[in-house]
């Protein structure tokens, strides 16, 4: 059994508000469990308006579907207009860790 983990670090666009934000960061969370059945929040930040991080898991027992869902969910949230994405942060890991 394998875990994939990422941690999006992302600087959304015109936001003033954490209302705004809701708007910016729930279509993204929502998008992403919807599209590849993974598990997604907003993790840390919540208290900054111009600041999100989403963390994403899943749970397989094949590497190379782990590697490709998450190379999907990466494209997904760099693609989006209204974020900018300032880093990634992806782990795997194993029975053994």
Aim: proline letters at 2%; glycine letters at 6%; charged letters at 30%.
């Amino acid at each position: 059994m394998y875990v994939g983990t990422l941690s999006f670090d992302l600087l959304l666009g015109d936001v003033h508000s954490l209302k705004e934000k809701r708007s910016v960061v729930r279509p993204i969370v929502a998008e992403l469990q919807r599209k590849f059945s993974v598990s997604a929040a907003e993790v840390a930040d919540q208290e900054l308006h111009r600041r999100a991080r989403i963390g994403v898991a899943l749970v397989s027992g094949d590497t190379g579907y782990l590697s490709d869902v998450l190379d999907r969910c990466e494209r997904l949230v760099a693609a989006r207009p209204e974020v900018e994405l300032l880093s990634v942060r992806r782990r795997l890991h194993g029975d053994e860790d």
